[in-house]
């Protein structure tokens, strides 16, 4: 039996809903990217982690999340076994009635680092710390394409804790390899500062941010594909993250891969799997070779 892989990631009967499979190869190329990536941060210093991909929602709500990022939430909330009697499964609209479910304890996150952070509340930190994970994200989108836009995806991130020098510089220096890899695959990025509010809408954080960006995203086309954000001090703030020379709170920035959506780009760039993973092995050899150089299509 013969079968046929679409040229373009998500392309399957779960793409409409956001959640794609992927074939052989598509899972060949995703697993190399991730390597690829966490290979930089463990060269980098970082050790690598596993997080939970499930945290308890009244953390999540000391970080600001369900303010600041309303849209994008998705809770986990187990069956009422009473509930489910007197109330059950519409299969008309493929759903749990609410009267059916216990209250919602659990939060799917929309980022990585949160985890990160988590795990680290209550601790001190040497001033040059990182740590590299990735994890499955959830994003309630308004509506849902391919590798593109969806409800549940991997995120394969870089994450500074530290000094506020450390968390500028891992941005600057992930900033300057990006734009060489983006070189050596031949995939024309933009950088755009991005709105993300991490802070109050209100406060003065808020205000600065809009002063001074914390995120930069790395588009190609009009899908951003990568981003580097700052946050300040203000996750090292809220989850009592010290530094160990100071005792004052730890600054943190993050670098993210949204894996999926290079699969997105790679494949649209280069017109399938087998050419985008060649595209990926080539350039990293031209990266471990120094061939690239740091100036790239990056705009």
Not at 276 to 285: C, I, M, P, R, S
């Amino acid at each position: 039996m013969t079968v046929t892989t679409p040229a373009h990631a998500g392309e399957n009967m779960g793409s409409t809903r956001g959640l794609p499979s992927l074939g052989p190869e598509g899972t060949r190329l995703l697993r190399l990217l991730d390597d690829t990536f966490e290979s930089w941060g463990v060269t980098a210093g970082a050790r690598p982690m596993t997080m939970p991909p499930l945290l308890p929602a009244a953390d999540l709500a000391k970080l600001d999340y369900y303010d600041n990022f309303p849209h994008q939430a998705v809770l986990a909330a187990p069956l009422d076994l009473e509930g489910r009697l007197t109330t059950p499964f519409d299969g008309e609209r493929g759903q749990w009635p609410a009267a059916a479910l216990e209250p919602a304890g659990l939060g799917l996150p929309s980022a990585s680092c949160y985890a990160v952070y988590l795990d680290h509340q209550g601790t001190q930190v040497a001033d040059d710390t990182l740590v590299t994970i990735c994890s499955w994200c959830f994003r309630k989108e308004t509506h849902y394409e391919g590798m593109r836009r969806q409800l549940g995806f991997r995120m394969r991130e870089i994450v500074a804790i530290g000094a506020r020098e450390h968390a500028e510089t891992h941005l600057a220096d992930f900033t300057a390899r990006i734009r060489s890899f983006a070189a050596a695959l031949d995939l024309p990025l933009r950088r755009e500062a991005a709105c993300d509010p991490f802070f109050d809408k209100g406060g003065s954080k808020a205000l600065l941010q809009r002063l001074t960006p914390v995120k930069y995203e790395f588009l190609y086309e009009d899908l951003a594909i990568a981003s580097v954000n700052t946050h300040r001090n203000f996750f090292g703030d809220r989850c009592a993250i010290t530094l160990e020379s100071t005792g004052g709170p730890a600054f943190t920035s993050c670098v993210a891969f949204g894996l999926e959506r290079w699969l997105s780009a790679l494949t649209r760039r280069h017109g399938g799997w087998q050419a985008a993973t060649e595209a990926v092995l080539d350039a990293n050899a031209r990266m471990r070779a120094g061939a690239s150089g740091a100036a790239g299509p990056v705009i």
